[in-house]
C-alpha cells in the first residue's frame, strides 16, 4: 500500500538546522518549503528523498550543495535564491528533470557549461548575480521560455539566448548594455523584453524586428529619439519608457494595438495624434513637458501631473475613468461636455480661477481642485448630481453656498480645508457625509450643524479657534476618526459619549484633565494629547496601556546637580510594552562641563537661543498608523533638545521601539564617549564633541536594531533625529524621512533620502549582494536602502545612520523633520516657503499642522507626520 505524499513546509522558523525530522520522513515527501531560516549547511544524506519534486531552500546560508544532491533527479523546481553561492553548484547539472531554476541574488561570477545537460529547462532566475556571460552549452536548454537576468554585469548582450526560440520572457534590466544583436529576432515568439536601467545611447531598433513583442520597458537609457521602425511592433500592448531624454512620440499613432504608455521623468514635449488608437486605454505621460494636449483616445484615462498643460482637448463621446491634470498651469478648468462619461477629475495644484460651466459633467464622481485661487465657489458644480468626493482645500474660499450643497444628494466626502471660512450652516443640507475635513480656516466655534450629519465616521478640524466642544457632538454615533488638534479646547469630557470613536487627537489644546471616561470607551484605540497643560498629577496609566498608540507630554525634572533651572520636558512620547519613552538619566557633572563650550561670541544658554516645538501627525489613507515621534527639550542639560520621528513599514513594533528607547540609549552612549575621553589626560572638547555625538548616534541605531533582532521584529523603520545644541545641529538619518533646515533666504538639506535608486547607496546595495527591482525596492521587498529592522534584508539593508553636522546662523529660522508622506507631495522649497509664510503665527504645531493637512489634501497616501522648530 503506497504511502501518502507529504509537503513540508517550515520556512521562517527560526532554524539553524536542517530539520531531523524531515529527513526521517524522507520516504513520503514531495516538497520541502525551509525559505527564510538560518541554515548555512544542508546534510550529506539528502539523497534520501528519492521523490522530490520541488525544493526551497530560498534565504539561507548555502554556499555548497552535498555530493548525494545529484542524484535527485527528479526535482523540477529548485529555488536556492538569496543564499551565498559563489559558484554555481555542478551538482545540479545532474538533476536532468528540471524544469525551473532559481538562483537570485547570490554571489556568481559564471554559469559552467555542464548547464547545458539540463535539456528540460523552462526558467532561470540569476537577478543579482555578478555575470558578464552566458555559457553556449546553454542552446542545448531548447525548452527555455523564460529568463531572469536582472542586476547582474552584461556589457554584452548574451547572444546564446537567441538561440532559444521558444523564450517569451527576457529579463536584461540593470545591466551594462550597450546594443542588441540582430539575431533577436530569432525570438518569435518573445512577448515581454525588459531593458531599463542599461547604457544605450540609442534606441536599439533591432528589438523592433520582435514580431510578438507585446510588452517593451526600456526606461532610464540615454537615447533621445524614437525610431520610426518601433511601429513594426503591431502586437505591442505595453511601452514604457520613463527616466529618458525622449522628447516625442511620433511612431505610436500608428500602433493600433497599444494598451498602454507610461512616460515619467522625460522630456516628452508634445504627444501625436492618438484619436484613431481605440485600444489605448492608459496614458500616463507624468513629469514632463507638455503644455497641451489634443487628439485623445476615445476611452483613455490618462495621468498628466507635472506638465505645463495650458490646455486640453476631450474626444467626442469618450469615456474616460479618470483624468489627472494636477500641478500643470490651466488657468480655467476644461470642457467636458464632448465627453459621454467622466468618473474622476483631478486639477489641483494649477492656476485656475474660473471654473467653466462645461467642466460640470453631470456622471462625474470625485472632483479635485484644491490648491486653486478660485476665491469663490464654483456654483456650477450643482450640476454634478453624481459627485460622491470634492476636494477644494486651499481655494481660498470664504463662504459655501447651501444651494450648492443641496444638489450634491450624493456627497459623501468633503474636504474644505484650508480656507478662510467661519461659518458652515449650508454643511446641514450633507446628509450622506462620512468624511469631513475643514483644517485650518477660520472657525470659531463648533460648527453645531455638523453635529447632524449623524452618517459622518472620520471629522477633521484641526487648526482653527474652537474653544468649547457642544455636547450634541455626541449624534454623531458612527464617528470613528476626531482630530482636533491646534485649537483652544479646555474641555473634552463630551467626546467620551462618542462610544465608536476609535482615533482621537486633541493635542496642543488647553486641556487640563484626562476624563476618567477614555478609558471606558472600547473601540479607542489611539490618542495623542500631546502639548496640552496636564498637571503633573494627572495620573494617565490606564490610558497608557489602553491604547496601540498614545501620546503624552510629561514634564520630568532631572537635571545635573550644579544646574537649578533645566527643566527637561518631554514635548512628545510615545508608550511602548506599557513603559514611558524616556527613563529618568542624568549627566554626570564632568560631562556637563565639557559640552557647555562657549562660541567666540559667548552663545551658550538657552536662554540666549530659545525654541519652540509644535508636531502633528495622522494616519491619512493607510490602514493603521505606523510614524512615531519624541521631542525633548533640555535634552541632558539646558539648551540641548533632541527631536526624533520614525516612519515604520510593515508594521509598528521597530518605530515604537525605537522612539521609546532611543533618548536614553543615546544619553548612555554619549556619557560612555565623554567618559573614555575623561580619562585621557589631557582633553580639547572642541576636538572631540563632534566625534562624541557622531559615535553615540552611529552605536544608538545599532544597539536599537540589534534590540530588533533580539524581539524578533519583522517590521522596519526610517528613523531621523536631530539634536540642537547651542553652537551646533547634529542630523543622524537612516531612510527617506528628511530634516531640512529653513533659513531667511534658502533652505539647507539636512539629511539624504536612502532610496535603493541612489547612485552611492545602490553601488552599495550590490557590494553587499543585494539588488534593486524595477519599482526601486531593495531585493524587491524594501523602498529603503537603510533602515532600522528589516533584518531580512541585511546586509544589502543598513542601519548605519549619515550623521552630518552644521553650525548654527543668525540666518536659521526653522527646522522641519517630516516622513516622506509629506516629501512625496511636496518639495523642499515648498515646504520652506510654507513655513517662512506662517513663522508669526503663536503656536509652531499650528504649522506643524497645516503642513500635514497640506500634505493629505494633496494627496499623499502615506503616514502624514512632521515636526516643526522654530529657532
Known amino acids: 500500500m503506497s504511502q501518502e505524499k507529504q509537503h513540508y513546509n517550515k520556512k521562517n522558523s527560526g532554524l539553524k538546522l536542517f530539520p531531523k525530522d524531515c529527513l526521517g520522513q524522507s520516504g513520503t515527501i514531495v516538497s520541502i518549503d525551509l525559505s527564510n531560516n538560518d541554515i548555512s549547511v544542508l546534510p550529506k544524506e539528502m539523497g534520501v528523498f528519492k521523490g522530490l519534486t520541488h525544493f526551497r531552500m530560498m ?4 554556499n555548497a550543495l552535498p555530493l548525494s544532491f545529484a542524484t535527485l533527479t527528479g526535482i523540477r523546481h529548485l529555488d536556492l535564491n538569496a543564499n551565498q553561492f559563489t559558484t554555481f553548484p555542478t551538482q545540479i547539472s545532474t538533476l536532468t528533470g528540471l524544469e525551473e531554476l532559481q538562483m537570485i541574488q547570490n554571489q556568481m561570477t559564471e554559469i559552467p557549461e555542464c548547464i547545458g545537460n539540463l535539456t528540460k529547462l523552462q526558467r532561470i532566475s540569476f537577478t543579482a548575480n555578478f555575470l558578464k556571460t552566458l555559457p553556449v552549452s546553454l542552446a542545448k536548454c531548447t525548452d527555455m521560455n523564460y529568463i531572469e537576468l536582472t542586476s547582474n ?3 554584452k548582450f548574451p547572444e546564446v539566448v537567441c538561440q532559444l526560440s521558444k523564450v517569451t520572457i527576457l529579463m536584461l534590466q540593470q545591466n551594462q548594455l550597450k546594443d542588441v544583436p540582430s539575431s533577436i529576432s530569432k525570438l518569435e515568439r518573445m512577448s515581454g523584453l525588459y531593458l531599463s536601467t542599461n547604457n544605450f545611447d540609442k534606441f536599439p531598433e533591432t528589438i523592433c524586428k520582435c514580431p510578438s513583442l ?41 500602433m493600433s494595438s497599444l494598451c498602454q504608455i507610461v512616460m515619467s521623468d522625460t522630456k516628452c514635449m508634445f504627444l501625436p495624434d492618438l484619436s484613431t488608437n481605440s485600444k489605448l486605454t492608459s496614458l500616463i505621460v507624468i513629469r514632463g513637458c507638455l503644455n497641451e494636449v489634443k487628439s485623445l483616445p476615445p476611452n483613455c484615462s490618462c495621468r498628466f501631473g507635472g506638465n505645463s498643460i495650458e490646455s486640453i482637448e476631450f474626444p467626442e463621446n469618450g469615456v474616460v475613468q479618470y483624468m489627472i491634470l494636477a500641478n500643470n498651469k490651466l488657468t480655467c478648468s476644461p470642457d467636458l461636455s464632448m465627453l459621454s462619461k467622466i468618473s474622476r ?8 480661477t474660473w471654473f467653466d460651466d462645461k467642466t460640470c459633467h453631470p456622471t462625474l464622481q470625485q472632483l479635485d481642485v484644491s490648491c486653486n485661487p478660485l476665491v469663490e465657489f464654483p456654483v456650477c458644480l450643482s450640476r454634478c448630481v453624481s459627485l460622491k468626493t470634492l476636494n477644494v482645500s486651499d481655494c481660498h474660499l470664504f463662504d459655501i453656498p447651501t444651494n450648492v450643497l443641496a444638489s450634491l444628494s450624493n456627497l ?24 469631513l475635513y475643514l483644517q485650518s480656516n477660520n472657525l470659531l466655534h463648533f460648527p453645531r450643524c455638523v453635529c447632524n450629519l449623524t452618517t459622518l465616521k472620520t471629522l477633521f478640524l484641526s487648526n482653527n479657534l474652537i474653544t468649547v466642544i457642544p455636547d450634541q457632538i455626541s449624534k454623531l454615533s458612527q464617528l470613528e476618526i476626531l482630530d482636533l488638534c491646534c485649537n483652544c479646547i479646555l474641555d473634552i469630557e463630551c467626546l467620551t459619549a462618542l462610544y465608536n470613536l476609535k482615533e482621537l487627537n486633541v493635542a496642543f489644546n488647553f486641556i487640563k484633565t484626562i476624563p476618567v471616561g477614555f478609558s471606558q470607551m472600547k473601540s479607542l484605540s489611539a490618542m495623542n494629547i500631546n502639548g496640552n497643560q496636564l498637571s503633573l498629577k494627572e495620573k494617565i496609566p490606564h490610558l497608557e496601556k489602553k491604547f496601540d498608540f498614545f501620546q503624552v507630554q510629561i514634564p520630568v525634572l532631572k537635571t545635573p546637580k550644579d544646574e537649578v533651572d533645566g527643566a527637561t520636558t518631554i514635548l512628545s512620547t510615545t508608550v511602548f510594552a506599557d513603559k514611558k519613552v524616556v527613563k529618568t538619566f542624568n549627566m554626570p557633572s564632568e560631562t556637563y562641563q565639557f559640552l557647555t563650550l562657549k562660541t567666540a561670541n559667548g552663545v551658550l544658554s538657552e536662554d540666549e537661543h ?15 498608523m505606523q510614524d512615531t515621534t519624541f521631542e525633548i527639550k533640555n535634552f541632558m542639560m539646558k539648551g540641548f533638545h533632541m527631536i526624533g520621528l520614525f516612519d515604520g513599514h510593515g508594521g509598528d513594533n521597530v518605530s515604537k521601539m525605537a522612539s521609546a528607547m532611543f533618548p536614553t540609549v543615546f544619553a548612555n552612549q554619549l556619557q560612555a564617549q565623554v567618559k573614555r575621553s575623561l580619562s585621557k589626560k589631557k582633553i580639547e572638547p572642541e576636538n572631540y564633541i563632534d566625534n562624541w555625538v557622531k559615535t553615540a548616534f552611529s552605536e544608538t541605531y545599532e544597539i536599537l536594531n540589534k534590540n530588533v533582532e533580539n524581539q524578533k521584529y519583522t517590521d522596519g523603520s526610517a528613523a531621523v533625529v536631530v539634536l540642537i545644541t547651542p553652537q551646533k545641529l547634529y542630523c543622524a538619518n537612516c531612510g527617506d524621512s528628511r530634516a531640512l533646515l529653513v533659513q531667511k533666504n534658502t533652505e539647507i538639506p539636512m539629511s539624504v533620502d536612502h532610496k535603493p535608486t541612489h547612485p552611492n547607496e545602490l553601488r552599495r546595495i550590490r557590494k553587499n549582494n543585494g539588488y ?11 523602498g529603503l536602502a537603510r533602515a532600522l529592522g528589516d533584518l531580512r534584508c541585511h546586509p544589502a539593508l543598513t542601519a548605519e545612520p549619515e550623521v552630518l553636522t552644521y553650525n548654527r546662523s543668525g540666518e536659521d529660522l526653522a527646522i522641519v523633520m517630516a516622513c516622506d508622506g509629506v516629501w512625496d507631495v511636496f518639495e523642499n522649497v515648498t515646504v520652506a516657503r510654507m ?22 489634501f494633496n494627496d499623499s497616501g502615506d503616514n502624514i507626520s512632521s515636526i516643526v522648530v522654530r529657532l
Do not use: W
Open 214 to 254: 507585446t510588452q517593451l520597458e526600456i526606461d532610464n537609457n540615454n537615447f533621445v529619439d524614437i525610431p520610426d521602425s518601433l511601429s513594426l511592433l503591431t502586437k505591442l500592448k505595453t511601452l514604457i519608457i520613463n527616466k529618458s531624454f525622449v522628447s516625442c512620440l511620433n511612431t505610436i499613432d500608428a
Open 345 to 352: 477629475l483631478d486639477l489641483s495644484q494649477n492656476r485656475i
Open 610 to 624: 530659545p525654541i519652540e516645538v509644535g508636531s502633528s501627525e495622522m494616519k491619512g489613507r493607510r490602514p493603521s
Open 153 to 155: 554585469e552584461f556589457e
Open 772 to 782: 534593486v527591482d524595477k519599482s526601486g525596492r531593495l531585493n524587491g521587498e524594501v
Open 59 to 62: 534565504a539561507n546560508k548555502i
Open 835 to 856: 513655513v517662512r509664510e506662517r513663522l508669526s503665527m503663536p503656536r509652531v504645531a499650528d504649522i506643524a499642522c497645516f503642513l500635514r493637512d497640506a500634505a493629505h
Open 412 to 435: 459623501e466626502n468633503l474636504y474644505l480645508a484650508c480656507n478662510h471660512l467661519s461659518s458652515l450652516e449650508s454643511l446641514s443640507v450633507s446628509t450622506k457625509l462620512k468624511t
